[in-house]
């Protein structure tokens, strides 16, 4: 006989409706029906999506949630029909490991308190100092120093948090303890710690483990017997090794190709099975078989109306499928679905066009340095630009000075020529080309100052 065995479980939810009288317009079927069997020494894996039920049947076993319907038998009791007295006494040997570490630990009491409360709950050592000897023990078995005793939840990281949750299941020493997501909230290295531990606890002090994830590698590791739940119902349960090597049940092999395989050989070769449609809800199931809307093989006449039971397929693996064998020959045909390459899932093969290749790019703004020099570069010229203006003007000012001389020069008779005042002496030629060259020179100083005060106003 198993140390524990689950027979019919169902776990129900009253719909209620009314403002004066409450009235059950229905229910939310969270388990419906789920039998399986946990060995002594070996540890169990629940696996599914969120939402099937892991958890509330994890905590139906401990009786945390009442129990619609079926018996959960643990070492020949059926917990089920216990009074509330002796199902707490009998707890004892039933413990959990909850998801979230630091919302079970209260945050107002120290690690001693903590893990010393079950102890006095149930009568386990004479006073407190026995206590903590063991106390120290168990911490001492899950990797924490002593001085952790005094100290309080929010001073331990997220992987000691869970340690310490792990201590006070193993101080109470049960024979079986339910794992719920027990390393989903951790980073990889630190799950691989806590999975590592919770191994060399089983092989020390012989646990059982009932260890619920979603997580396939994990549950791949540390798992003896796997079973995989559906929409509140036990799809395919086989041994470990058998159920990643060849799942039978439609559902399993969606979930199987859709972890990756660190072998690029090998994820080049696989294939991913695509769902269509939506996970029903659980207060309005499918009739038949629960996973006919969404399975690739479904066929209306029978998978629609039957529910499938769990039959053993040869070897410990046991699937509740109709067409389960003709799957796996290939005889039966996909109805809906898409089966495509796993590396190539949402990911377009159309190659870039030479056209789209060879497009210009816009040009883009640089950074606000070059920016703002370009800026700077552009004032400075729209500055020069009236200075050089001004420096052309003087130059060809000076070029007409000369042109103006050299005819002077040439044509010195026209000069003597011109009328003289009565009474005045006529200027001998000496004498006049000298007036003459400071004339030109000062009217030339004149125009060079004017145009060097525009430029200057320019500037």
């Known amino acids: 006989m198993s140390l524990l065995e689950l027979d019919g479980v169902k776990v129900h939810f009253p719909i209620k409706k009314g403002l004066l009288f409450d009235r059950t ?3 939310v079927y969270a388990v419906d029906g789920i039998s399986l069997k946990v060995e002594a020494g070996q540890t169990y894996g629940l696996v599914g999506e969120s939402g099937c039920g892991k958890t509330t049947l994890g905590r139906s076993v401990l009786r945390l949630v009442d129990i619609t319907e079926g018996s959960v038998v643990l070492d020949g009791t059926d917990l089920a029909k216990l009074p509330g007295e002796e199902m707490r006494r009998f707890r004892r040997r039933l413990q959990m490991v909850f998801q979230d570490p630091l919302g079970s630990l209260n945050p107002r009491q120290n690690i001693e308190s903590i893990l010393s409360e079950g102890m006095v709950a149930h009568g386990i050592g004479k006073d407190q100092e026995e206590r903590r000897e063991k106390i120290k023990s168990i911490l001492d078995k899950v990797g924490l120093p002593s001085n952790a005793l005094s100290r309080y939840p929010h001073e331990f990281s997220g992987g000691q ?11 109470l020493e049960p024979d079986v303890i339910i794992c719920d997501e ?6 990889v290295s630190v799950q691989a710690q806590v999975i590592n531990l919770l191994e060399e606890l089983q092989e020390e002090l012989g646990l059982t483990y009932l260890v619920i994830a979603h997580d396939l590698a994990v549950v791949r590791h540390i798992s003896d017997t796997i079973g995989v739940m559906y929409l509140g119902s036990l799809v395919e349960e086989a ?3 058998a159920l990643y090597a060849e799942p039978k049940h439609p559902y399993t092999k969606a979930l199987m190709s859709a972890v ?3 072998d690029p050989e090998v994820e080049d070769q696989r294939e991913r099975i695509l769902l269509i449609g939506d996970l029903p809800s659980p207060a309005n199931p499918p009739s038949g078989c629960r996973f006919h809307t969404r399975c690739p093989w479904a066929q209306a006449e029978r998978c629609s109306t039957e529910r499938p039971q769990l039959r053993d397929v040869g070897g410990g693996h046991r699937v509740a499928c109709h067409f389960a064998d003709e799957i796996a020959a290939g005889t039966l045909a996909r109805t809906t679905g898409e089966v495509v390459p796993a590396t190539r899932e949402g990911v377009e093969d159309a190659p870039v066009s030479e056209e789209l290749a060879a497009a210009t790019v816009p040009e883009q703004a640089g950074p606000p340095e070059q920016e703002s020099t370009k800026a700077e570069t552009a004032e ?3 500055a020069a630009e009236p200075a050089e203006k001004a420096e052309a003007a003087v130059e060809a000012a ?3 000075e000369q042109a103006e001389k050299a005819a002077s ?11 003289e005042p009565e009474g005045a002496e006529a200027p001998e030629p000496e004498d006049e080309e000298a007036g003459q060259a400071e004339e030109a020179e000062k009217a030339e100083k004149a125009e060079k100052a004017d145009e060097a005060g525009k430029a200057d106003k320019a500037v």
């Open 260 to 262: 990756p395989v660190p």
């Open 182 to 187: 027990p390393v989903s909230a951790l980073d």
């Open 25 to 27: 317009v229905g229910h």
């Open 161 to 171: 948090r869970q340690r310490i949750g792990i201590a006070r299941a193993l101080v």
């Open 398 to 400: 000076g070029q007409a």
């Open 380 to 382: 400075k010229t729209d």
């Open 409 to 419: 020069a040439g044509k010195p008779g026209e000069a003597a020529e011109a009328p």
């Open 239 to 241: 041994p470990s090794d």
